[in-house]
């Protein structure tokens, strides 16, 4: 697994993997570091911001949580705007 992240570093997959193995073992701060890793080498595609933004508050890192729930935010804004682009698109392209 290591040698992955050597051979790709910019490779999500390992990150989020690693992330998950610690969690299983109990290993919360280290989880934390390879999700907030694999979060940022993909964060348009993250879903996971208020998990970690709540790990964050559980490990009294308070500017990283506010940091988390921003960018989990700006998700569901950016969702928000491209939900609503696509609607007024086809009323006005199909149904007009």
């Given at each position: 697994m290591v040698y992955g992240l050597y051979v790709e570093p910019t490779y999500v997959e390992p990150f989020h993997t690693l992330a998950m193995i610690y969690e299983n073992q109990g290993k919360m701060k280290r989880s934390l570091q390879f999700a907030l890793i694999a979060a940022f080498l993909d964060p348009k595609h993250c879903q996971d911001w208020p998990r970690l933004a709540e790990l964050s508050l559980d490990d009294n890192n308070i500017p990283q949580a506010i940091?988390?729930?921003?960018?989990?935010?700006?998700?569901?804004?950016?969702?928000?705007?491209?939900?609503?682009?696509?609607?007024?698109?086809?009323i006005r392209n199909y149904f007009l």
């Open positions: 940091m988390c729930y921003s960018k989990g935010q700006n998700l569901i804004f950016i969702e928000t705007l491209r939900r609503k682009y696509y609607y007024n698109f086809l």
